[in-house]
């Protein structure tokens, strides 16, 4: 009874929000998205971990569009990977927040007394290059904030007071060796979404007994790593998927 694909962001009016609208399906992933729910219902503060390219931040944006009606305050996306000075984390925050700089007050300050009462979730998404800097700002605004909420994602966890990891696998893939029928290789989550980009590269693509192998080679080959399947099937429509292979 589990969705096997979820639709794009959609406009969410219910609660204030600024998630960026997602103009491609989200594939797979049913029972992460389980255990990540139940894990925030547990925790203030939970890190999704993993390697580059592996999903992290679309797994958080499709789980907060899903629990967005549970913060009466919204859920807001600060995205840290162009900060690179680590006095700058909390800056970023009050810009999406759109809050404003006082001299008398810290912005750690300004930005506790604005959440301190507030059922908000935070996404910090891709902290790895700011790891420290992030980790003292959860700190800092969880331990003074109770209503609030924080969903990170980084490549390595923060390493701070009360936070939950998860980490974030590979989507299925198939073994390149077995023969198999084109039904059931697409029960595979790599191979759903591979077709699923490439149907968005050229409408007339189609996995057949012929391609087949190919398109399980593929999948293989990249580990089943979302960002690197995604680049693979952009490709279909200047190259067969033997040649990709």
Not at 129 to 142: F, R, V
Not at 185 to 207: C, G, H, M, N, P
Not at 231 to 238: G, M, P, S
Request: hydrophobic letters at 40%; proline letters at 5%; glycine letters at 4%.
């Amino acid at each position: 009874g589990l969705r096997a694909e979820f639709p794009p962001l959609k406009t969410l009016d219910a609660r204030p929000n600024n998630l960026p609208v997602q103009l491609t399906s989200f594939i797979g992933r049913e029972a992460e998205m389980k255990q990540v729910k139940d894990l925030i219902k547990q925790t203030h503060l939970l890190t999704l971990t993993g390697p580059g390219g592996g999903g992290k931040t679309r797994l958080a944006l499709q789980i907060a569009a899903d629990i967005i009606d549970d913060f009466s305050n919204g859920i807001w996306f600060i995205e840290l990977a162009a900060v690179s000075d680590p006095g700058l984390p909390s800056h970023t925050v009050m810009k999406v927040l759109k809050l404003k700089e006082e001299q008398e007050n810290t912005p750690e300050e300004i930005l506790c007394d604005f959440l301190k009462d507030r059922e908000t979730l935070l996404i910090l998404d891709n902290c790895e290059q700011i790891i420290d800097a992030s980790a003292a700002l959860a700190e800092t605004l969880l331990s003074r904030c109770p209503k609030l909420k924080i969903l990170a994602t980084s490549r390595e966890a923060l390493r701070c007071r009360g936070e939950k990891t998860f980490s974030v696998s590979s989507l299925d893939i198939p073994d390149p060796n077995e023969k198999m029928s084109t039904e059931k290789l697409e029960q595979y989550e790599a191979v759903r979404l591979f077709i699923e980009r490439a149907l968005t590269a050229d409408s007339d693509f189609k996995v057949n007994n012929e391609n087949a192998p190919a398109v399980a080679q593929i999948c293989y080959q990249l580990d089943g790593i979302p960002l690197a399947i995604e680049l693979a099937a952009a490709r279909v429509k200047i190259l067969s998927v033997e040649k990709i292979n």
